[in-house]
C-alpha cells in the first residue's frame, strides 16, 4: 500500500482524511467531466478541513491518496482500469493491473490504512427482481463488507432503482446502524426521500461522530452508514423521475436482462433520457456528501 505524504502526515497526526472511491471517476462519470469532478470532489473536502484520499489501484499497487498525473491516467478516456470490489483487489494486486474501487473495495483499503470517514454518492443494495424472477440473488458486496469494516460511509441511500425496503432490513441484519442526516426517511439517490422511515436520526456532524464513536465503543465491527439527502436544489423531479423508473424497467422486462445487468441498463436509460439531469444530480449530490464527510472527520479529530 503506497500512501501519499500529505495522507500518511495526517494520519499519522490524528488529523482528519476523507477516502474517495475512483470507480464513480474511471466508471460513472463520462471522459472529461469526471476529470473535473475528481477535482472538485478533492476540492470540497478541503474546504472542509480534511485531507482527501482518492483510492485505485495502479500497476497492482493499492494507491492511497492520488497525483494530478496520477488522477489524469484515471480519468482517461481509454483509461481501461478494471471495476474493484473488495473480492477483486487480490487479482488485481497479483496480476499488477489498473483498477478502480468500488465502494467495497475502497473501504476495506480505508479501514487498513487507518482512514475512518468515507464519502461517496450512492451505496450499493439488494437489486430488484428481474422479468421472470420473484426474488434477486444480486445483492452488493458494499452490504457485507460494511458489516465488517467499521468506517462511516456518508451517502445520499441507494438508487430507486434497487429494492430500498431489502437493502434496510439486510442493513439491519448485519447490524450496520443507519443514521438519517437531518431526514426521518431513507434517501433515494435522486430523490430526497423514500417511503422507508429510520430509526434514528442526526441533527449535526458532530452527533453522526458521536454514534460512530459510541458503536465502535462497543467493540462492533460494524461500520456506520450516514444517509444523506440529495440538495433540495438539486432533486430530481418526481415525474422524470418515476417515468424514467417505469421506461426503464419495461426494457428490462422487454430484453429479459437479468442479474448484475440490470442496473447498469436501468442507470443508462436515466443517463440518456434525462436531459443531462441525472449526471448534474449525481455531481450534487456526491459534493454535499463528501463535504459532510470532511466535517464528520473533523469531528471525530476532537472526540
Given at each position: 500500500?503506497?500512501?501519499?505524504?500529505?495522507?500518511?502526515?495526517a494520519l499519522a497526526d490524528g488529523g482528519p482524511v476523507v477516502a474517495l472511491e475512483s470507480t464513480l471517476l474511471a466508471h460513472g462519470l463520462p471522459p472529461g467531466r469526471n476529470r473535473e469532478v475528481a477535482t472538485e470532489v478533492e476540492g470540497a473536502v478541503r474546504a472542509a478541513g480534511a485531507i482527501p484520499a482518492t483510492i485505485a489501484v495502479l500497476d497492482g499497487q493499492i494507491h492511497v491518496g492520488l497525483t494530478d498525473a496520477q488522477l489524469d491516467r484515471l480519468c482517461a478516456a481509454d483509461s481501461g482500469f478494471?471495476?474493484?470490489s473488495a473480492r477483486d483487489l487480490g487479482p488485481a494486486i497479483a496480476l499488477s493491473r489498473d483498477g478502480a474501487t468500488t465502494i467495497a473495495g475502497t473501504a476495506t483499503i480505508a479501514h487498513a490504512a487507518g482512514i475512518r470517514v468515507f464519502g461517496t454518492g450512492?451505496?450499493?443494495?439488494v437489486h430488484l427482481p428481474a422479468a421472470g424472477e420473484s426474488l434477486s440473488w444480486d445483492v452488493s458486496a458494499d452490504l457485507d463488507v460494511l458489516s465488517g469494516t467499521p468506517v462511516t460511509v456518508v451517502c445520499s441511500g441507494v438508487?430507486?432503482?434497487?429494492?430500498i425496503g431489502a437493502t434496510i432490513e439486510v442493513l439491519e441484519t448485519r447490524s450496520v446502524p443507519v443514521l438519517g442526516y437531518r431526514t426521518d426517511f431513507f434517501p433515494a439517490f435522486y430523490r430526497r426521500e423514500s417511503r422507508f422511515p429510520l430509526s434514528w436520526r442526526v441533527e449535526s456532524p458532530a452527533e453522526a461522530a458521536a454514534v460512530a464513536t459510541a458503536h465502535r465503543a462497543q467493540g462492533l465491527r460494524s461500520g456506520v452508514l450516514l444517509a444523506n439527502p440529495i440538495p433540495?436544489?438539486?432533486?430530481?423531479?418526481?415525474?422524470?423521475?418515476?417515468?424514467?423508473l417505469a421506461e426503464g424497467m419495461a426494457k428490462v422486462a422487454e430484453g429479459g436482462v437479468r442479474g448484475g445487468d440490470v442496473t447498469p441498463m436501468l442507470l443508462?436509460?436515466?443517463h440518456t433520457s434525462s436531459g443531462g439531469v441525472s449526471l448534474d444530480a449525481n455531481v450534487a449530490l456526491v459534493?454535499?456528501?463528501?463535504t459532510l464527510a470532511a466535517q464528520v472527520a473533523v469531528a471525530l479529530c476532537t472526540n
Open positions: 500500500m503506497r500512501i501519499t505524504d500529505e495522507v500518511a502526515a478494471a471495476k474493484l450512492g451505496f450499493g443494495g438508487k430507486s432503482v434497487l429494492d433540495a436544489d438539486a432533486e430530481m423531479p418526481s415525474e422524470l423521475h418515476d417515468r424514467l443508462e436509460h436515466f459534493l454535499s456528501n463528501v
